[in-house]
């Protein structure tokens, strides 16, 4: 009876760690994903928003100020301008923020939200090839607050942003990835 049992548990493990190791294979979709990650030439536009949850955030949800199908865990953005564009090694982000500030800052035009314009600081882009995801990491400062990213974009074109703040409470944002067509370069100043 022993034994049984120490056999179920070892090829329990077995098969637990075999699902672990498995390895997607790249498509046409994920080649030309590739190719707009090595040419820098791709925007991302974001359906959801995921700020953490603090009792500010439950206030707010409580109140209704919220857009329908909305909760403080998950925001719709459907409907919102935003995005990040990377282009060369320029980036253009532009992402309405929801969460707490946890530094005095003046009152910018932008209306509150995570806005870089130009050059980041430590571009780096690793590519996972077991799952054919990619991470781009990177830091932007705006002069007001800086900015830490990590972007992942999987092989099905979707997206998982997250952005840490020295002013503000993390924030995650889903969505997906897009050629970016010969008008949306990016013009820095």
């Not at 359906?47 to 009792?55: E, G, I, K, M």
């Not at 857009?67 to 253009?92: M, V």
């Not at 970016?180 to 013009?187: F, G």
Request: glycine share 8%.
């Amino acid at each position: 009876m022993r034994s049984l049992v120490f056999m179920l548990m070892i090829g329990g493990m077995l098969i637990g760690c075999n699902s672990a190791k498995k390895t997607i294979v790249p498509t046409a979709k994920s080649e030309a994903l590739q190719v707009l990650i090595s040419k820098k030439s791709f925007s991302i536009e974001s359906d959801w928003a995921y700020p953490l949850r603090t009792a500010s955030m439950n206030s707010i949800a409580n109140s209704g100020l919220l857009p329908p199908g909305s909760s403080s865990g998950g925001i719709t953005l459907i409907g919102n301008s935003n995005h990040i564009k990377i282009y060369g090694d320029s980036i253009a982000m532009n992402l309405p923020y929801f969460g707490e500030q946890q530094l005095p800052r003046r009152f910018t035009r932008n209306g509150g939200g995570i806005v870089f314009k130009g050059i980041p600081d430590h571009y780096e882009v690793i590519k996972d090839e077991k799952r054919q995801q990619h991470v781009i990491k990177f830091s932007a400062n705006n002069n007001m607050e800086s900015y830490r990213v990590i972007i992942t974009l999987f092989p099905n074109w979707s997206s998982n942003i997250t952005v840490n703040s020295t002013h503000r409470t993390f924030i995650r944002y889903a969505g997906t990835v897009s050629a970016l067509d010969a008008e949306s370069k990016i013009v820095t100043n």
